[in-house]
């Protein structure tokens, strides 16, 4: 078992973010291997930014743990095409945490930033405070979001929350923000709070709001009443606009004045 | 001064009928001359194989349409990243790729020439821009004159002398080089949600056909003796059955010009299709190539189609808008007042599909049974059929029946009974390739006088050496290292200067822009014409003064001056 613990130091100017696709357990293998970060256009070795210290060995990934302490708030990218082990994160996180992550566990005690899981394909991330916008989607064009495993939230996220989902699940313990669910067509999506426009140009999966949708999109059939956990749910059809077959089931909904 | 030669070059040199030759090339000051000082740098080509620099005599690099491509899919530019690195700047994209990358793996490739498919004139400026950012090649563009107002109502009036003077007045002031058709006509009809089906079809409004349009632009083309032909992309692209309109379209063509073709039919794969839908859907290269084996006048591109994604962008707008309704992806779609429009969507070609393997055999067909190679250029129409990096895979299709057998396992089974392909034996040879990638374009583009595409004491000293010996190779067995060879050249030479080495590009480069300034009598010069001028102020929203892209546009450039017969 390998623990590496990567405490930030104390920077000048702390908004300016750092690249640190670098930061992943199996990068940590190869001991001899000279990890970096980029800030802007520069390249900058690992111990400059971090205070690393690393305890015991391991013969894969999965045997890594790695701990980030102090302000990473700024720093991006961590856990960029994960494959296994376990990354911890004491305070916030950066945005595009766990981009194309595959396999083990990235647990954040604070909130993420934006694009927290984006086209993931397997593994889970648990994320303690809030997310940022576009959790677990897809980037810029792309046509597929996360594709599989897991993202829990347990404060709120932000807008466009599941975008292009395609599959693997996602769970938001707080509300979430607008257009959650928009362009979805597999997977699972479930909202313990509030949100709005939910799942808009849907074409499958399912998605479950335990609070009140607002602006309710019109482009949804009704297809019944249903039980879920003693709770009573509105299951709705759509997005027909779209001719899509995906699935709500909604608790409390108005629709746009 | 400075001075190069090239030593120990295998020289294929089509239009000097140079088959094959160890030879020496001098050059000194971007030129080829007939020796060099004792100081010159030498290049030992060491019996690699030597031809002219590649020219792409259709593809779409440059301009609002392609720009747009990028806008709409920024998931393309997550492809082909590569990092500032020497006199290399950053790049990003696939099909679409930063004119940067464009200019670079064209570079790769051994091309130094290229046109630009389609240019709106009100958009010539955009075009001239992404021209001075692709610094390796020297480029030219067709302006699309196929919903021009002003044309057609020349076309109406059966006054082909004043739609040459038309013609002759945008040329010049957007700075272009040929008229291109894309859909004559169907694009105007788009205007109003409708399209033309062929050539027989009235515009609305202004009592044309796409026959009458394109027969008078052929004419006022050589009225206006300009060094290329009219460059058409035929009407009802891409749908079932429409090789009768394009054999319909052939029969229009004469032959009027001596030095070349009098029609540059592009793109004819997209043009070549038999059956009645989809479900029928079948070759007809055939016929669509015995027709230009009959008629000297007509040259045509492959248009070909590889596998994989790509963006599709053409003026043909509501071509464009059945092909969204096909794939059911993003789509864009813009008009260009009074002139033109244009669609853009982005596509996946996929083995596993019948008509996609239909279209990708039929490209080869076309250029496999065209037997003079100068009739049919190697080109995919960047990007529609596949972007310009599957070049070399084509050649290699061409040069072996072994690798088209390997290839054709692979597409969807039934795609052996609808299409000729497996039945055709040809196997192409380096000399074909060579007029194939430059000399068939120079003799296309009328621009061999400019010292384009051959290696004559005086031609611009643009040279592409390949890692390949052609005494050592055989293609139609090792089509893996005809593939490696075309993809990056060992030397390429632009102006005297090596600007790419082993696909690392050596230096910035600045691009020449070649234009055409037809000159008129002054009786006929639409300056004069007060209904012209009238109108182009009625319906622009732009002023005739503004209208001309201003010289500050263009860096280095040659204007070809013509002496109209008007």
Known sequence: MMRVVLAVKERKKPFLPIEAEAILPSAFLDQEAKLTVWKGNKELPFAEVFAVSIDGEAESADDVEIVIRGDSSRIKRIGEYMDGGRIVIEGDIGMHCGNFMEAGTIEIMGSADAWLGREMRGGSIICRGNAGDYCGSGYRGEKKGMRGGSIEVFGNAGDFTAEMLAGGSIVIHGNAGDMAGVDMHDGALVIHGDARMVCANMTGGTCTVHGTVADMMPTFVRTGQVLIEGTEFTRFSGDIANRGKGTLFIRRWQYMD | ?566
Not at chain 2, 6 to 19: C, Q, S
Not at chain 2, 46 to 53: D, I, S, V
Not at chain 2, 66 to 89: C, I
Not at chain 2, 208 to 215: F, G, L, M, S
């Open chain 2, 1 to 566: 001064m400075s001075e190069l030669l090239i030593k120990n070059a295998f020289v294929i040199d089509p239009l000097n009928h140079i088959r094959g030759e160890i030879m020496d090339i001098f050059v000194r000051d971007g030129r080829i001359v007939e020796s060099v000082g004792p100081n010159a740098e030498v290049i030992d080509a060491g019996g690699m194989l030597t031809m002219p620099g590649g020219i792409d005599s259709h593809t779409h690099v440059c301009g609002t349409k392609v720009n747009f491509g990028r806008y709409m899919s920024p998931e393309d530019m997550r492809a082909g990243r590569t990092k500032r690195h020497g006199a290399m700047h950053a790049t990003s994209g696939y099909s679409v790729p930063t004119t940067y990358g464009t200019s670079y793996r064209y570079s790769t490739m051994g091309y130094t020439t290229l046109l630009e498919g389609a240019m709106a004139p009100l958009e010539a400026r955009h075009t001239h821009e992404e021209f001075n950012y692709t610094p390796l090649q020297d480029t030219m563009a067709n302006v699309l004159f196929d919903g021009n107002w002003a044309i057609m109502e020349a076309v109406r009036d059966q006054d082909t002398a004043r739609a040459a003077a038309i013609v002759a007045w945008f040329l010049e002031a957007v700075k272009g080089f040929s008229i291109k058709l894309t859909n004559p006509g169907g694009t105007e009809a788009w205007g109003w949600g409708k399209n033309l089906t062929c050539i027989r079809d009235i515009v609305p409004n202004f009592e044309v056909t796409p026959a009458d349009i394109i027969t008078t632009m052929i004419k006022a083309n050589e009225m206006l003796r300009l060094p290329h032909s009219v460059h058409l992309h035929c009407n009802n692209l891409g749908t079932p059955g429409n090789y009768q309109c394009t054999l319909d379209t052939f029969d229009l063509v004469p032959d009027i010009n001596r030095e070349r073709q009098s029609l540059y039919a592009t793109h004819v794969q997209f043009h070549a299709y038999g059956g009645t839908s989809w479900k029928d859907f079948c070759s007809r290269s055939d016929e669509i190539a015995a027709s230009v084996n009959n008629r000297p006048q007509i040259t045509i591109d492959m248009g070909q189609v590889m596998f994989g994604k790509t963006t599709t962008m053409t003026a043909d707008g509501p071509m464009e808008f059945n092909l969204y309704r096909l794939h059911h992806n993003k789509w864009s779609n813009h008009d260009v007042e009074l002139e033109t429009g244009s669609g853009i969507i982005p596509v996946y070609y996929s083995r596993k599909n019948l008509v996609n393997s239909i279209m990708w055999a039929i490209g080869l067909e076309l250029a496999l049974l065209v037997r003079d190679p100068y009739q049919c250029i190697l080109a995919t129409d960047n990007p529609n059929g596949a972007p310009f990096v599957k070049y070399p895979e084509i050649i290699a299709l061409l040069m072996s029946k072994a690798y088209r057998e390997a290839e054709l396992a692979t597409v969807h089974p039934d795609t052996g009974s609808r299409v000729p392909l497996p039945a055709i034996d040809r196997e192409m040879d380096w000399y074909d390739i060579a007029i194939m990638t430059r000399a068939a374009q120079a003799r296309a583009l009328g621009i061999a006088g400019q010292g384009k595409g051959h290696l004559s004491e005086g031609a611009e000293a643009d040279i592409a050496i390949y890692p390949l010996r052609v005494g050592e190779t055989d293609p139609s067995r090792e089509y893996d290292a005809i593939i490696k060879g075309f993809s990056q050249t060992e030397y390429t030479i632009k102006r005297g200067r090596v600007v790419c080495r082993r696909g690392e590009c050596l230096v910035e480069g600045v691009n020449t822009t070649y234009w055409v300034r037809p000159k008129v009598s002054e009786e006929r010069n639409i300056l004069n014409d007060e209904e012209f001028k009238r109108n182009f102020d009625r319906y622009y929203t732009v002023r005739m003064s503004n209208y001309p892209v201003q010289d500050s546009y263009l860096q280095r450039n040659v204007c070809i001056d013509t002496e109209a017969q008007l």
